[in-house]
Each structure stands twice: as structure tokens, then as C-alpha cells.
């Protein structure tokens, strides 16, 4: 499969909240990237951590990395109803410049 | 920022006909261009991986002569998809992304193209 996983598959939680989402690979990366998706539209990336950097922070947004471990966490935090979306990490491998996407995963954020 | 547009942007064909994806990069060169699909509720599968001038680059369980792929400059990619059926249904979604610049690991998305076959 190309995909690694993410989880959990699904996350529902109140506005407010801090809402975390796991994501592993399965093969030596150069990046890893944080997606957004809303239903039927297209990606809007969100941030991107190179394979050399542990913890990457924009807005309210938290990423880290763990090579040794091969997997990913993004954190929202201070969830917004507007925050609901599917999530999606993909990874460039080192092999070819080709990016893999997880699984993904949708989050709803309960005004 | 660098945009990548699609066009069309939505397409609803009968069974058995073929129909072409565009996919530009607007304001930089895309050395390689990627094609994605995607169906409802699902993720992005790599379909295959093109580079300007070059044969494409199918990912396994992606029939080649089904999926025609053009990437015959710097700034356009196509994606035909030949004798359409109901199951080619699904979210096509482009990439590019310019090796030639510093900035290699960046790759832009395109908006995506809906393909309902009938």
C-alpha cells in the first residue's frame, strides 16, 4: 500500500479544545507535509517540516517529526468550528520526489 | 505564491468516451508534475509521476494505456482518461513542483477536477 497511517481516522471534539492527529511512514523522507481538505474541495497546505527538524509551529498549529520512530503528530489547538476538515500528511520519500499521502484524518469541531 | 490550476474543474461524460485533464503551472516551470485520484471519503493515491519531455512514471496498479499522461512542456500536463467508465469516477488532483529551483521539497496543488462518468 502507499499509504502509511493515520489516526485516529476520526476525531470529534468541542470548539475550544486541542485536537491531535498521528500520522506514520513507512519510508526514509526529505519532508513532511500537513494538508487541509474540505469536503469536495482541494488541499491547502498547511505546513511543511523538513526530515532534519523535530517541531515545527505556525499559528495554532503544532507539528512534530520523530525519523527514529517514523511518524508525525499535528496539533490544533484552541479548535475552531471553521477548523473542520480532513487532515492529511504526506511524505516526499528519498527515493524520487514522489509525496505519499496517509490515510487522513476528519476532524469536527462541535460549535 | 505559485498557483497550479486544472481545468476543467468538473466533467460529466458517458461510458466509453475519453476525456483530458489540463494542468498548469502558472507563473513557474513544473519539472515534474504528479497526478493524484481520489475517491469520496478517501485519500490521495499517486497515480503517476511525469517529468517535461519524458515518459511518465506509473504507479503500480495503474494502467498505463488508460491513464495517458503528456507532460510536453515546462507548464502544462495531461491526463487523458481513455473509454471512461463508471468506476473512473473520482477527485483527479495535479502537482508540480520545480527541481531546478532551491526550493525543491515544495509542491504546489492544483484545485482538482470531478470526473462523473455516466
Known amino acids: 500500500s502507499q499509504q502509511g497511517e493515520e489516526d485516529p481516522q476520526a476525531l470529534s471534539i468541542q470548539e475550544g479544545e486541542n485536537a491531535t492527529m498521528n500520522c506514520s511512514y513507512k519510508t526514509s523522507i526529505n519532508n513532511l507535509q500537513w494538508y487541509r481538505q474540505n469536503s469536495g474541495r482541494g488541499l491547502v497546505h498547511l505546513i511543511l517540516?523538513?526530515?532534519?527538524?523535530r517541531e515545527k509551529h505556525s499559528g495554532r498549529l503544532r507539528v512534530t517529526l520523530d525519523t527514529s520512530k517514523k511518524s508525525s503528530s499535528l496539533l490544533i489547538t484552541a479548535s475552531r468550528a471553521a477548523d473542520t476538515a480532513s487532515y492529511f500528511c504526506?511524505?516526499?520519500?528519498?527515493?524520487?520526489?514522489?509525496?505519499?499521502f496517509g490515510a487522513g484524518t476528519r476532524l469536527f469541531v462541535k460549535a | 505564491g505559485a498557483v497550479v490550476s486544472q481545468h476543467p474543474s468538473r466533467v460529466i461524460c458517458k461510458s466509453g468516451t475519453s476525456v483530458k485533464i489540463e494542468c498548469r503551472s502558472l507563473?513557474?516551470?513544473?519539472?515534474?508534475m504528479f497526478w493524484y485520484r481520489q475517491f469520496p471519503k478517501q485519500s490521495l493515491m499517486l497515480m503517476a509521476t511525469?517529468?517535461?519531455?519524458?515518459?511518465?512514471?506509473?504507479e503500480q496498479g495503474v494502467e498505463k494505456d488508460k491513464f495517458l499522461i503528456n507532460h510536453a512542456s515546462l507548464t502544462l500536463s495531461t491526463l487523458t482518461v481513455t473509454s471512461a467508465h463508471p468506476e473512473d469516477s473520482s477527485f483527479y488532483i495535479c502537482?508540480?513542483?520545480?527541481?531546478?529551483?532551491?526550493?525543491?521539497?515544495?509542491?504546489?496543488f492544483g484545485p482538482g477536477t470531478r470526473l462523473t462518468v455516466l
Open positions: 507563473d513557474f516551470q513544473a519539472t515534474t
Open positions: 517540516i523538513r526530515s532534519n527538524e
Open positions: 511525469s517529468n517535461e519531455g519524458s515518459k511518465a512514471t506509473y
Open positions: 504526506a511524505w516526499e520519500d528519498t527515493g524520487g520526489f514522489k509525496t505519499i
Open positions: 502537482s508540480a513542483t520545480d527541481h531546478t529551483s532551491g526550493s525543491s521539497d515544495t509542491q504546489y
